[in-house]
T-cell receptor
Framework: DAGVIQSPRHEVTEMGQEVTLRCKPI?????LFWYRQTMMRGLELLIY????????DSGMPEDRFSAKMPNASFSTLKIQPSEPRDSAVYFC?????????????????FGPGTRLTVL | AQSVTQLGSHVSVSEGALVLLRCNYS??????LFWYVQYPNQGLQLLLK??????LVKGINGFEAEFKKSETSFHLTKPSAHMSDAAEYFC???????????????FGRGTQLTVWP
């Protein structure tokens, strides 16, 4: 299994530009998570999807951020326009949510992350 | 609501010494607890998790953790540190009930482990 795939691994852009981060979850997984990691704030959950439907986007910083999951094998996180304070490592993770008696026990598998630098 | 506190953002030990990383949680419902490890320039990977049953949980690379409900703790230990254990360690908790927090993990701020030769 290839694991969670993220692209690009590194992105350097200028303030005001649009940035799109991509994620391919592990095949068969039905939950997908986007996290942001910074020194100041640690690991923050931005949004997560279950069966391609956004469940909780309360962590999305503001309207400049948007996320989509058009199908079970692909998700994007878009920042438009980008700002220097958006510089961080963005992780995508996926899990198999079995629900029922096993609810909440699911292991999340993380991708290698995208290091975003906004100048 | 759930939350996690990791005591000590940095821990240093000598190779061969005991590793103890502390984690306390707050949860209004029975928790599921996790330890993840992050090596430099990599994503997080699961070390171990507690769901139900035995409160002493064994994970990969010789790590283990004990769920103590009375102390609301889930400390991570390893009897003998190895240089390869140097990494950042994250404790996390998730809710054991349904609702809008379906599948959501709440992470601590992390503890950076340094192992000296």
């Amino acid at each position: 299994d290839a694991g969670v795939i993220q692209s690009p691994r590194h992105e350097v852009t200028e303030m005001g530009q649009e940035v799109t981060l991509r994620c391919k979850p592990i095949s068969g997984h039905n939950s997908l998570f986007w996290y942001r990691q910074t020194m100041m704030r640690g690991l923050e959950l931005l949004i997560y999807f279950n069966n391609n439907v956004p469940i909780d986007d309360s962590g999305m910083p503001e309207d400049r951020f948007s996320a989509k999951m058009p199908n079970a094998s692909f998700s994007t996180l878009k920042i438009q326009p980008s700002e220097p304070r958006d510089s961080a490592v963005y992780f995508c993770a996926s899990s198999l949510n079995r629900g029922g008696a096993r609810f909440g026990t699911d292991t999340q598998y993380f991708g290698p992350g995208t290091r975003l630098t906004v100048l | 609501a759930q939350s996690v506190t990791q005591l000590g953002s940095h821990v240093s030990v000598s190779e061969g010494a005991l590793v103890l990383l502390r984690c306390n949680y707050s949860s209004s419902v029975p928790p599921y607890l996790f330890w993840y490890v992050q090596y430099p320039n990599q994503g997080l990977q699961l070390l171990l998790k507690y769901t139900t049953g035995a409160t002493l949980v064994k994970g990969i690379n010789g790590f283990e953790a004990e769920f103590k409900k009375s102390e609301t703790s889930f400390h991570l230990t390893k009897p003998s540190a190895h240089m390869s254990d140097a990494a950042e360690y994250f404790c996390a908790v998730t809710a054991a009930d349904r609702g809008s927090t379906l599948g959501r993990l709440y992470f601590g701020r992390g503890t950076q482990l340094t192992v000296w030769p």
